[in-house]
């Protein structure tokens, strides 16, 4: 099996919900703002419970936020 790799489209998403702040997101989701930064850049993959959170303050399914990519 061979390295995974999960991608979103957060800071796009953020864009177009009123300009969403990085903080505004993290508070809505219940981590802080360091966090979301590691997300968008892909430095960090969320917990499930996690993408779910965020995949709901956009209003969105979680595999309109997130894509899993296997290489």
């Known amino acids: ?41 892909g430095n960090y993959s969320p917990s499930l419970e996690l993408a779910f959170r965020i995949a709901h303050v956009f209003g969105l399914k979680l595999e309109e936020v997130f894509s899993f990519e296997e290489n």
């Open 1 to 41: 099996m061979g390295k995974a790799h999960i991608s979103n489209n957060i800071r796009a998403l953020r864009f177009n919900h009123n300009e969403m702040t990085q903080q505004q997101l993290a508070d809505k989701a219940g981590v802080t703002r360091q966090t979301i930064v590691a997300i968008e850049k």
